[in-house]
């Protein structure tokens, strides 16, 4: 049964009309409204007051978590089920930040207990690098890495290596060492991911969970010969490690499975931070205690997932106005908004996370949705969203936004002679925001600031713009676990409403299936032969024409 057809959603859409009647500027006269309209939850402040929302649309919308039988279906996940029906997985990241002792059987394996095997070989191997233990070909201590992988391996551990790298203690234990991330196929990347590294030195991460995919392997082929050339053959075995679901294909490739870490299939691309994927680079570049302190964030928010009730369960009253906001008030669009520049890959993140996960357009059952799902994520730290793209989602589109920031920087700088502390400066636009978009400004109060008539119109701002505010203590490795899981879990909260697979990627592959036709044609052009243009489209084919023109 489609979810429109639950006596919620029904009432949900009943109900805009009346909700469509309602201001924020009205709404948020109402103290006891918006003291009822807060969640709090170990460190977590989440204010959705600003939301266009009543206490009746609250009441529907944990009736349609109810009746889509949400906490159900976190049970099911968090146990193992294999909810990921079309590749008959698990989906058990939640399993990766397990603690020690707790167990999840698959298929007859504690998971966990594998799980925490896996964390001390990285421990281990992490300790080695970062002491010198594991020297380099020449014999030089390996300060360097490169980690090669896309999508979610390697969108995922970016934003957590950007998050953490001025955390003054993740930064003390960085110190003296590099690491660069590789992801796009384009030569360019790897020209810059290389720069001022010298293989001597360098350590390579090679990080696919197929160990097939095509910019991957075409990048650690890249990096291998920059390797070899300075160093030789031998050397692959001292400079390059692995991380992969596939140690058939690691070892094919020519790295010992011995330096290869593992990973399951019930861990999903987009899920896969908190494995092997996420923890040996930022166990390299940060040590075992950042990582472990990351981890904890994660699984703290875990709990709280599986714990408390819907009306305080963050990560599912995220998931629900995400439904509200796209399904019922037709906001297609939604921003993340950080106020913290470490977290200027948050939004590259949750992109995949969110639009990989939900952009789908049949039910679990194979159905075809009657509606529209997923989201287009986008986002910026402030304040610079606020000079790049808030004109329109100030005056123009209305866009659902999250905003995000912390009571304590964690750089602070106080000069002397200023009013305010830099990061004083920064949160006077995170608390300004949320109201400007909530609140507008009328035609009435630009007259009695005499505003020229002609302009009235130019300067008036709607308001009534719905915004989440999330405020943090700071930006510790223990709150980027936090945040992490509590946008994972947002995302699974909306998908077991849509009732469609969050942890299937279908959609990725037609493209990639064109790609390989398209390389080998142009393999079969560029080689003496000269095949001409041949099997594709009219328009494809003048594109390629011209392309391969001398
Ligand atoms: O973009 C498609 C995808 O399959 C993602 O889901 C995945 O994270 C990425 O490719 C990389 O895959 P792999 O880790 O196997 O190289």
Redesign the pocket.
């Known amino acids: 049964m489609s979810i429109t057809e639950v006596p919620a959603w029904k009432k949900l859409a009943a109900h805009v009309p009346e909700v469509r009647k309602t201001h924020l500027r009205e709404l948020l006269k109402d103290a006891a409204r918006s003291k009822s309209m807060i969640a709090e939850h170990d460190g977590i402040i989440l204010d959705f007051s600003r939301q266009n929302a009543t206490a009746m649309t609250m009441n529907l919308l944990i009736e349609l978590a109810k009746e889509a039988n949400v906490p159900g279906k976190i049970k099911a996940m968090a146990r193992g089920d294999k909810i990921n029906t079309t590749e008959n997985r698990s989906v058990l990241h939640v399993a990766l930040r397990a603690q020690k002792g707790e167990k999840i059987v698959v298929d007859g394996v504690d998971v966990v207990a594998e799980v925490h095997k896996v964390q001390r070989q990285i421990k281990s191997l992490s300790d080695a690098v970062r002491s010198g233990k594991w020297k380099g070909a020449t014999g030089k201590k390996l300060t360097d890495v490169v980690a090669i992988?896309?999508?979610?391996?390697y969108l995922g551990p970016e934003f957590v290596a950007e998050a953490i790298r001025n955390d003054p203690a993740a930064a003390k234990a960085a110190v003296g060492r590099r690491l660069h991330f590789l992801a796009n196929v384009d030569p360019t990347d790897s020209a810059r991911a290389l720069e001022g590294f010298d293989p001597a030195t360098t350590l390579v991460v090679v990080?696919?969970?197929?160990?097939?995919?095509a910019e991957?392997m075409l990048n650690a082929r890249t990096v291998r010969a920059w390797l070899v050339a300075k160093l030789g053959e031998k050397a692959v075995a001292k400079h390059m490690i692995a991380v992969s679901t596939n140690l058939k294909e690691v070892a094919a490739f020519g790295i010992d499975p011995k330096n290869a870490i593992g990973f399951w299939d019930w861990v999903?691309?987009?899920y896969?931070v908190t494995s092997a994927?996420g923890l040996v680079p930022l166990a390299l570049q940060y040590g075992w205690t950042a990582v472990s302190k990351f981890l904890a964030g994660a699984h703290a928010i875990d709990r709280h997932l599986l714990e408390a009730p819907i009306e305080k369960n963050l990560p599912i009253l995220l998931g629900l106005f995400g439904v509200w906001n796209s399904s019922f008030l037709g906001h297609h669009t939604r921003a993340l908004l950080p106020y913290s520049q470490a977290l200027l890959k948050l939004a590259p993140h949750i992109q995949?996370v969110d639009m990989?996960s939900n952009g789908k357009r049949v039910a679990l059952d194979g159905s075809v949705i009657p509606f529209q799902t997923g989201e287009i994520d986008f986002g910026e730290p402030g304040t610079n969203g606020q000079h790049s793209f808030y004109q329109l989602v100030h005056q123009g589109r209305v866009v659902p936004a999250d905003f995000i920031g912390f009571r304590k920087s964690q750089t602070p700088v106080a000069l002397k002679g200023e009013v305010v502390s830099n990061h004083d400066e920064l949160m006077a636009n995170f608390f300004a925001q949320p109201d400007a978009l909530a609140f507008g400004k009328t035609a009435a109060e630009l007259k009695a600031e005499n505003v020229d008539e002609s302009l009235i119109p130019h300067k008036e701002f709607p308001g009534n713009r719905p915004s989440n505010v999330l405020l943090l203590n700071q930006l510790t490795p223990y709150a980027v676990g936090q945040l992490l899981a509590l946008y994972e879990h947002r995302t699974a909260v909306q998908g077991f409403i849509w009732g469609l697979n969050s942890f299937d990627?279908w959609g990725?592959e037609l493209g990639k299936v064109l790609a390989k036709q398209v390389r080998t044609q142009l393999s079969a052009s560029r080689s003496k032969k000269k095949a001409p243009v041949a099997g594709f489209n009219p328009s494809t084919t003048a594109l390629l024409e011209r392309y391969l023109a001398k």
């Open positions: 992988g896309i999508g979610g391996s990080i696919s969970k197929t160990f097939t995919t991957t999903g691309g987009r896969s994927v995949q990989e990627q990725v």
